[in-house]
Structure formats: C-alpha cells, structure tokens
C-alpha cells in the first residue's frame, strides 16, 4: 500500500529553523517527484516547493524564497523541506505529494498529484 507520512512539525519562536520529512512507504520515490505544499486555516492550499526526480531542480515559493530548502535522500526514501526564519504566516499544516515524473503540469497544481501525506502542524508563534 502507498502512503505518504509527514513529521517534524511543531511550536516554534519567530526567527526558528524545523526541519519536516516526508517519507514514501510501498514505492520509491526515486522516480517521482515531490511537492511541499502548506494550508492555513480558511486560507487556499499552495505550493511551498517542489523537488524534480529526474534533475534535481527546486522552485520555490517567493513567500519562502531564501528561507527553505528542500531535498531528497533516495536511500532513506524521504524528501525534507528545511526551514529557516521563520515568521508567523508561516504557520500552517504541510502536507508533501507525490507524482510521476512524467507529469507535465506546473508544480503549484494539486491536481497532479497522485499521493498525499496527512500533513503536519507547524505553529510560529512567540
């Protein structure tokens, strides 16, 4: 069965760094790739980041442009969106997805995915 599972969210101070996994279980994520998308409560889910299997490319968000990064280790089969300066609109649940490589849609689009986590919380908050 092929799942998605998120963690590392949690209660951190302005200016803060967490660091969230998200870990492919009943498939290899060596051929898909991953997005990092981010819902805040009465707000539209959107795309954070995104990480391609086949060059390695990551866009960003502008909103977390410079702050988070995202990557991937095949090995453990888990990709990872660390984050950096944090900042209140930064709170939100993340959730990771995944799709095949031969995708050719823009990244931002939800309806593209084929696999989605349960999402984590992540609360900036002094």
């Known amino acids: 069965q092929v799942q998605l599972v998120e963690s590392g969210g949690g209660l951190v101070q302005p200016g803060g760094s967490l660091r969230l996994s998200c870990t492919a279980s009943?498939?290899?994520?060596?051929?898909?790739?991953i997005g990092w998308f981010r819902q805040a409560p009465g707000k539209e889910r959107e795309g954070v980041s995104f990480i391609y299997s086949t060059d390695g490319s990551t866009p960003y968000a502008d909103s977390v442009k410079g702050r988070f990064t995202i990557s991937r280790d095949n090995a453990k089969n888990t990709v990872y969106l660390q984050m950096n300066s944090l900042k209140p609109e930064d709170t939100a649940v993340y959730y990771c997805?995944?799709?095949?490589?031969?995708?050719?849609?823009?990244?931002?689009?939800?309806?593209?995915?084929?696999?989605w986590g349960q999402g984590t919380q992540v609360t900036v908050s002094s």
């Open positions: 997805a995944a799709r095949t490589n031969l995708s050719g849609s823009i990244w931002t689009r939800l309806g593209s995915y084929d696999y």
């Open positions: 009943g498939f290899s994520l060596d051929n898909y790739d």
